[in-house]
């Protein structure tokens, strides 16, 4: 069955500070692995979409890593903002169908 | 360039009511999706539209939920009767080819459906 489970559910850190979200899938074939923020009220806005030959993609201070062995990814914030806040959902594209997975996001609260 | 539009943001009905929702695409997007998000979870595919027809409705609730895109543009989603678990966001979204795996998919801000 095609899955993409993510952790932790939730996380809380201080503004500054630096965390990593993780993202575990069983998904074949694999097309692709996306990373989108999700504001409050809002809909989900893509950060990073990684192939299968790609191990790191940034954009600005988040960085997405992708194992394809082990079927792992993550997302490092760096030096995070209190505009940090949202839920990050962890995404994979099955295949040459185009259908998303998505996993069950990452609320991600950045206090002052 | 505009983004996906939606329509309305917030509605609130009883169960039993009937509600539609729209959304417009960006232009020239030809793959158009509707996503179905509880809260806390992931967004979960209701129905997928390449043009005017139906490429995917396997998770779409048929006997109360229903969608078209006439012209190959907008869209409308309908739900009748509502339950109270359908209480969630609607989100709509596009891509310029969605029979492919790498184009981006573009997502509208949602409606958020109360039933009480």
């Known amino acids: 069955k095609n899955q993409v489970e993510q952790s932790p559910q939730s996380l809380i850190i201080l503004e500054g500070k630096n965390c990593t979200l993780q993202?575990?899938?069983?998904?074949?074939?694999?097309?692709?692995l996306r990373w989108y923020k999700q504001d409050t009220g809002r809909g989900p806005v893509s950060l990073t979409i990684?192939?299968?030959?790609?191990n790191t993609k940034s954009n600005g201070r988040y960085t997405a890593t992708l194992d394809a062995d082990t079927k792992q990814s993550s997302l490092h914030i760096t030096a995070s903002q209190l505009s940090d806040s949202a839920s990050y959902i962890c995404?994979?594209?099955?295949?040459?169908?185009?259908?998303?997975?998505f996993g069950q996001g990452t609320t991600l609260q950045v206090k002052p | 360039e505009a983004g996906v539009a939606q329509s309305p943001r917030y509605k609130i009905i009883e169960k039993r009511q009937s509600v539609a929702f729209w959304c417009n695409p960006i232009?020239?997007?030809?793959?158009l999706y509707w996503y179905q998000q509880i809260l806390g979870q992931g967004p979960k595919l209701l129905i997928q539209?390449?043009?005017?027809?139906?490429?995917?409705d396997s998770q779409l609730p048929k006997d109360r939920f229903s969608a078209e895109r006439l012209k190959g543009v907008d869209s409308t989603l309908k739900i009748q009767p509502a339950k109270l678990e359908d209480s969630a966001v609607y989100l709509c979204?596009?891509?310029?080819?969605?029979?492919?795996?790498?184009?981006?998919?573009?997502f509208g801000p949602g409606t958020r459906l109360t039933v009480t």
């Open positions: 979204a596009s891509s310029l080819d969605g029979r492919a795996g790498g184009y981006e998919q573009y």
């Open positions: 993202c575990n899938y069983t998904v074949s074939p694999f097309s692709n």
């Open positions: 990684m192939t299968f030959s790609e």
């Open positions: 995404v994979v594209a099955a295949g040459n169908t185009g259908k998303l997975i």
């Open positions: 232009s020239g997007h030809a793959t």
């Open positions: 539209f390449q043009n005017n027809g139906v490429v995917d």
